[in-house]
């Protein structure tokens, strides 16, 4: 494949897809060691509603009102969860799974009943985002890449998840030793002063932060799957917290490479026409990489297994 | 004696104690649910001594402690250490958790957790130095565990998992050490090694506080006894607070005979 025909076509979509796969999983690391992991499933559940009424009101996709859309639905969803367990008197986690699923579902019907048919925003839209959609008009071959004139048309989804995987990096690690103290002891983390119920707020925020960017340009299934699958694939091939974030970026990133190609030129191999959803294949390639993980991950057999010295 | 505290000199002579108490409760009460865990009690810890929490199952001897450092929220109660606020003398306290309070399929070395010790020296960023390696290193051999500092902690067995979390307080290298049930579940060379350790602690001044659950081993480890049961039963000396009387108060008879002339045997 040449630079002309490349950089305008899959580059955009290729970086974006690294930056929400990689922007995801350093946080989804720490949510898999806390048992939170379906707290990216959540997350992403209960914006859909906020996100549909920010477009309805505005009338455009864009950033902000999107975030403040899927910050009020996030609001909205601690309020509901609270009231349902203490009224209903039942517990948390049940709580939280009729709030999610009937938030979603509202979010869905309130797409379906609506006019977005002149954006992008419908539910296969909201499930699997549109990262083959982000071609980048005005370039040429890799020389547009130092063309300040080409950049200025590069899809605004990849500064946005670029700028958004500053921030959880910046975030991961400025908090790195807080972040590893207290998920390994919380009650010691507490004794030595840090402000781990901040701490576990902020984390769950990044979390939030990384899915609702993350939502436009790949949509909810793929966030999914990077909260989850490269963090858990990474746990089984090191007993470290340093090299399993390590081991989570490189299958992040492969993911989203391999994903995106087999999506593109897959089909084609096979003898078939069309090319599948790219966020669908990035999701699987992460599932087979994990799948692969546990079965022949160097440490996959831990705890009793494991040799008592 | 609650006629003495009642006068003016008495109230003043037991703040002076709390003031210089390495841990004193006041009115502490905690509750999870309806009922109260933890009810009104007061405690002053003395310097420079070995003192047992003990009390039944359920008697509120971990919720005192984990209340008294802030891990828990009272309903009501006050702490202070050293004469101040917990908040203000963290860099004094080591706290030992519950061993089965943490996952120990956390993906870290032994030596890793020892260093968490350090982390107030440390802080967001400071680069670890071989100085802080060293230091650590050294509370390792403390605990008899130097040959372990590169394994994974799921690796160990549960007396090692204790000795970790025991080197990790002593890296703290705090003047109030707080422990959890630090025998719970532990080998017999194990329990030697961390009272032998404690001991030495003690010896050098610091004061040490530790949730006990096994009532024979008392005597000989312990120099002060606080007995609980959701409120404060008695407080004191070993030979004078450890009788029989306050035993069957603290655990509302349920302590067999047996297991009262298995105490009295030691």
Redesign the interface.
């Known amino acids: 494949m040449n630079g002309s025909e490349f950089v305008p076509l899959s580059l955009v979509p290729m970086l974006t897809g690294i930056f929400v796969a990689v922007a995801c999983a350093l946080p989804g690391n720490f949510l898999v060691l806390r048992r939170q992991a379906l707290i990216g499933d959540a997350i992403s559940h209960v914006v859909l509603p906020g996100i549909v009424v920010a477009f309805l009101l505005t009338g455009v996709v864009s950033t902000w009102p999107m975030l403040l859309g899927a910050a009020g639905a996030a609001i909205i969803a601690v309020v509901a969860i609270e009231a349902v367990r203490r009224l209903g008197r039942i517990e948390a986690g049940a709580a939280m799974g009729v709030i999610f699923t009937a938030m979603f579902a509202g979010g869905v019907l309130l797409l379906e009943q609506s006019d977005t048919s002149s954006v992008h925003l419908d539910v296969e839209h909201a499930l699997y985002g549109n990262l083959e959609s982000l071609i980048w008009l005005d370039a040429t071959g890799w020389s547009s890449l130092w063309d300040p004139v080409a950049l200025a048309g590069v899809p605004v989804e990849l500064p946005r998840m670029a700028l958004t995987f500053v921030g959880v990096a910046l975030f991961t690690v400025l908090f790195w030793r807080p972040l590893k103290i207290s998920t390994f002891d919380e009650g010691f983390a507490r004794t030595i002063g840090m402000r781990t119920d901040l701490l576990g707020l902020a984390l769950v925020i990044v979390a939030a932060i990384a899915a609702v960017a993350a939502f436009d340009a790949v949509g909810s299934i793929i966030v999914i799957a990077m909260f989850i699958c490269p963090p858990a694939a990474a746990r089984l091939m090191t007993n470290r917290l340093e090299w399993q974030v390590a081991w989570s970026v490189l299958f992040a990133v492969i993911a989203a490479v391999l994903g995106y190609v087999l999506a593109g030129y897959g089909p084609l191999w096979l003898g078939l026409v069309d090319s599948v959803s790219a966020a669908g294949m990035i999701a699987t390639v992460s599932g087979v990489i994990l799948g692969l993980a546990a079965l022949f991950g160097p440490h996959r057999l831990r705890g009793s297994a494991a040799p008592i010295g | 004696m609650t006629l003495t505290l009642a006068t003016k000199d008495g109230l003043a002579a037991q703040d002076a104690a709390r003031d210089k108490s390495p841990l004193a409760i006041r009115g502490m009460t905690v509750s999870y649910g309806q009922k109260p865990a933890v009810f009104s009690v007061d405690m002053t810890v003395e310097p420079a001594k070995m003192t047992a929490i003990i009390g039944p199952n359920g008697a509120g001897k971990s919720t005192l402690l ?1 209340a008294a ?3 828990v929220k009272p309903l009501a109660g006050s702490t202070t250490v050293f004469g101040k606020p917990v ?1 203000r003398v ?1 860099d004094r ?3 030992v ?1 519950q061993r089965a ?3 120990w ?5 032994v030596i ?2 020892v260093l ?1 010790g350090l ?2 020296q ?1 802080g ?2 400071g680069r670890v130095r071989k100085s802080h390696r060293d230091a650590a290193q050294h509370c390792l051999e403390r605990v008899g565990m130097e040959g ?1 500092a590169t ?2 902690i ?4 549960g007396g ?1 998992q204790q000795r970790v979390f025991l080197a ?1 307080a002593l890296a ?1 290298d705090a003047d109030l050490y707080l422990l959890d049930e630090p025998f719970a579940g532990v080998d017999a060379a194990t329990e030697k090694a961390i009272i032998k350790v404690l001991k030495g602690l003690r010896d050098a001044g610091k004061t040490v506080v530790a949730v006990h659950h096994d009532l024979s081993t008392v005597p000989e480890y312990f120099d002060n006894v606080f007995l609980i049961n959701t409120r404060r039963v008695a407080e004191g000396p070993v030979a004078t607070t450890f009788t029989d009387m306050h035993l069957q108060d603290a655990y509302a008879g349920r302590l067999a005979g047996a297991q009262m002339d298995a105490i009295r045997a030691t």
């Open positions: 984990k450092l802030g891990i908040a963290r306290i080591a706290y958790p309070s943490v996952d399929d956390f993906p870290t070395r890793d957790v968490m982390y107030p440390l967001l960023l372990f394994r994974q799921g690796q160990l067995s090692q990790r703290q």
